[in-house]
Nanobody, 114 residues
Framework: QVQFVESGGGLVQPGGSLRLSCAAS????????MGWYRQAPGKQRELVAT???????DCETSVKGRFTISRDNAKNTVYLQMNSLKPEDTAVYYC????????WGQGTQVTVSS
């Protein structure tokens, strides 16, 4: 059973930082490109950042220079370090493998507000 469990969200002031974690199970984690997605109220879920099995990363334009994705294959875990957070980053954040896009977890809420 494929499962993704996200954690690390919370309420943070503009300019603050958070580190999200996502533990994956039921897949051979090390061979998959992994991604972080987010869904803001009233909007579609969007892909924010990806990391390949080899460690190459890419980020959506609005978060480049502020968000960093990383992975620990020994722990089957992918991370998202978010710095210089803005109110428009407020969303529920999910992880998944872009090739799978199923068995979505509950996500972790990130709220950026003063």
């Amino acid at each position: 059973q494929v499962q993704f469990v996200e954690s690390g969200g919370g309420l943070v002031q503009p300019g603050g930082s958070l580190r999200l974690s996502c533990a994956a199970s039921g897949i051979i984690f090390s061979i998959y490109t992994m991604g972080w997605y987010r869904q803001a109220p009233g909007k579609q879920r969007e892909l924010v950042a990806t990391i390949t099995s080899g460690g190459s990363t890419d980020c959506e334009t609005s978060v480049k220079g502020r968000f960093t994705i990383s992975r620990d294959n020994a722990k089957n875990t992918v991370y998202l370090q978010m710095n210089s957070l803005k109110p428009e980053d407020t969303a529920v954040y999910y992880c998944n493998a872009p090739r799978l896009r199923r068995n979505w977890g509950q996500g972790t809420q990130v709220t950026v507000s003063s």
